[in-house]
T-cell receptor, first 113, second 113 residues
Framework: KQEVTQIPAALSVPEGENLVLNCSFTDSAIYNLQWFRQDPGKGLTSLLLIQSSQREQTSGRLNASLDKSSGRSTLYIAASQPGDSATYLCAVRWETSGSRLTFGEGTQLTVNP | DTEVTQTPKHLVMGMTNKKSLKCEQHMGHRAMYWYKQKAKKPPELMFVYSYEKLSINESVPSRFSPECPNSSLLNLHLHALQPEDSALYLC????????????FGPGTRLTVT
C-alpha cells in the first residue's frame, strides 16, 4: 500500500534554530514530491516541488532533499522564525497514481520567540 | 500571479439546501481539483478535471456534483448534505497534470446544520 508518513507530528523549537522535518514513503516509484505549509484554517501554500530525478530543491531558507532508494525526503528550515509556525505537509505523486497526491499527516511546527 | 480564489469563504447550510462553491484561476492551468479537509487531517482528493473533463472521481457521494464550465472555473454543487460533510473544501490547480505543482485556494469553510 502506498503511504506517506511524517514524524514528528508536532515540534516546538526556539527562534533561530535550524530544523529538519521528515517525510517517508513506502513505494520508491515516485513521480515527484511536493512540500506545503498550511496556517490554521487556511489553504495550502506550495513550498517546493522535487521531481524524481532531482536530489534537492532550494528556496530561500528552505531546502528539500529526496532519496528515493531509502523512501525519504527532508525539509530543512534554516534560522527558524516565529512566522514559520504552521503545519508542514509532504505529498507524493506515485508513477502509477496520475495526478493524485497522497499526503502525510503533517508536522505542526511552533517556533517560539 | 499564482492565485486560486474561492467563494464563499464561509457557508452554513441546512440539510435540505442546495448551494454551490466556486473556484477560479487565471494562470492558464488546465487541471483543477477539489479536496475535502477535516480538522487536523490532510486533504482528501474528491475530483480532478483535466482539460475541462472529469478525469478522477474518488467515489464521492452524488450529493456532491462538480462542474467545470470553462478552463478557469470549477464549481462544486451541494445538495442534501449531512452534518459529517462539514469541512474545509479546497480547490487547487496545476499547469497540466502530475508533473507540475498544485496551487491551492484559501478554501471554503462549510458547516452543515
Amino acid at each position: 500500500k502506498q503511504e506517506v508518513t511524517q514524524i514528528p507530528a508536532a515540534l516546538s523549537v526556539p527562534e533561530g534554530e535550524n530544523l529538519v522535518l521528515n517525510c517517508s514513503f513506502t513505494d520508491s516509484a515516485i513521480y515527484n514530491l511536493q512540500w506545503f505549509r498550511q496556517d490554521p484554517g487556511k489553504g495550502l501554500t506550495s513550498l517546493l516541488l522535487i521531481q524524481s530525478s532531482q536530489r534537492e530543491q532550494t528556496s530561500g531558507r528552505l531546502n528539500a532533499s529526496l532519496d528515493k532508494s531509502s523512501g525519504r525526503s527532508t525539509l530543512y528550515i534554516a534560522a527558524s522564525q516565529p512566522g514559520d509556525s504552521a503545519t508542514y505537509l509532504c505529498a507524493v505523486r506515485w508513477e502509477t497514481s496520475g495526478s493524485r497526491l497522497t499526503f502525510g499527516e503533517g508536522t505542526q511546527l511552533t517556533v517560539n520567540p | 500571479d499564482t492565485e486560486v480564489t474561492q467563494t464563499p469563504k464561509h457557508l452554513v447550510m441546512g440539510m435540505t439546501n442546495k448551494k454551490s462553491l466556486k473556484c477560479e484561476q487565471h494562470m492558464g492551468h488546465r487541471a483543477m481539483y477539489w479536496y475535502k479537509q477535516k480538522a487536523k487531517k490532510p486533504p482528501e482528493l474528491m475530483f480532478v478535471y483535466s482539460y475541462e473533463k472529469l478525469s478522477i472521481n474518488e467515489s464521492v457521494p452524488s450529493r456532491f456534483s462538480p462542474e467545470c464550465p470553462n478552463s478557469s472555473l470549477l464549481n462544486l454543487h451541494l445538495h442534501a448534505l449531512q452534518p459529517e460533510d462539514s469541512a474545509l473544501y479546497l480547490c487547487a490547480s496545476s499547469l497540466l497534470d502530475r508533473a507540475y505543482e498544485q496551487y491551492f485556494g484559501p478554501g471554503t469553510r462549510l458547516t452543515v446544520t
